[in-house]
């Protein structure tokens, strides 16, 4: 099971990842400068991205900050209230905590986010960088997670000792145990 101290050190190495090939390819490129890596399927290509995937709303840089801030405070809370415990949700929830940071620090600082992976040569797609890298995928494990892991009962319970109503879920466990008349 991943700990809380091993998803921190993990979080701060994507992070550190992330931040660093942002500083080496914009110490060393001009912006939109492109460089083939493996040709017809990867170039560094520099960018500053104002917006979001594709630059849609540039310029909106307080919503990407704030939206950010709320999800990761919200997957920290869940994580420490015990609800992200199937090895899924966790190794998401570094994914995306780490990625969130990593643009947010660029936001924070430059008002922009660095991007340098283009795929472009083989698809049409968006350049990006680590931390998007982290996202995505963090996403993608979430949605396995949620769809096959994630325990709804044991969200219930817990909910019920923060505060929602125990008698309702005492009541629907006597239901359901109940024998079935015939």
Avoid at 139 to 145: D, F, G, R, S, T
Wanted: charged share 20%; proline share 2%; net charge negative.
């Amino acid at each position: 099971m991943i700990t809380t101290i091993i998803a921190l050190a993990a979080v701060a190495l994507l992070v550190a990842a992330d931040q660093i090939t942002k500083l080496l390819i914009s110490s060393r490129f001009e912006v939109g400068e492109s460089m083939p890596v493996i040709k017809g399927l990867l170039d560094f290509t520099y960018v500053q991205n104002r917006g979001a995937a594709f630059g849609m709303l540039s310029d909106q840089r307080w919503i990407f900050l704030v939206l950010t801030t709320v999800i990761i405070i919200g997957i920290c809370w869940l994580w420490c209230k015990g609800y992200i415990e199937h090895i899924t949700g966790r190794i998401s929830a570094v994914l995306i905590v780490a990625g969130g940071i990593g643009n947010m620090i660029d936001r924070l600082a430059m008002g922009y986010v660095v991007d340098f992976i283009d795929v472009s040569p083989l698809f049409d797609f968006a350049v990006f960088n680590v931390a998007d890298c982290c996202v995505t995928v963090g996403a993608v494990i979430m949605a396995v997670y949620v769809l096959f892991f994630l325990d709804e009962k044991k969200l219930h319970r817990a909910g019920a000792a923060d505060g929602e109503t125990a008698a309702e879920e005492v009541s629907s466990e006597k239901v359901d145990s109940m024998p079935e008349e015939e």
